[in-house]
């Protein structure tokens, strides 16, 4: 099983990036909980999104509600983390995980199993 993140780059702040997961080895239907975690140089690594593979009822953490959206296309295996009005704040490395049952402790990194390897995101002010 592999995670394949991708869609990072340098934007000026209020632009928007798209990032995506691809999954090899496995459909995401095999997983019932999809992640999307940052960090930064220094800091600890930040919950952004969880989206439930059942229903597709999706989570976000405070600092990016109402900016950010995930995504997923079933045909494409892939996940996607839409990035709007975008932050100095928010650049990081960001990661892609996924666990093969829900947890109610979706925003742990602690309990994915699966990660990708990271795509960095700068934003420039």
């Known amino acids: 099983v592999q995670l394949q993140a991708s869609g990072g780059g340098l934007v000026q702040a209020g632009g928007s990036l798209r990032l995506s997961c691809a999954a090899s080895?496995?459909?995401?239907?095999?997983?019932?909980?999809m992640g999307w975690f940052r960090q930064a140089p220094g800091k600890e690594r930040e919950f952004v999104a969880a989206r439930r593979w059942t229903g597709g009822t999706t989570f976000y953490g405070d600092s990016v509600k109402g900016r950010f959206a995930a995504s997923r296309d079933n045909a494409k295996n892939t996940l996607y983390l839409q990035m709007n009005s975008l932050k100095p704040e928010d650049t990081a490395n960001y990661y892609c995980a996924a666990r093969p049952s829900w947890s109610t402790a979706y925003y742990d990194p602690e309990r994915y199993n699966y990660w990708g390897q990271g795509t960095q995101v700068t934003v420039s002010s």
């Open positions: 080895g496995r459909s995401f239907s095999g997983y019932a909980a």
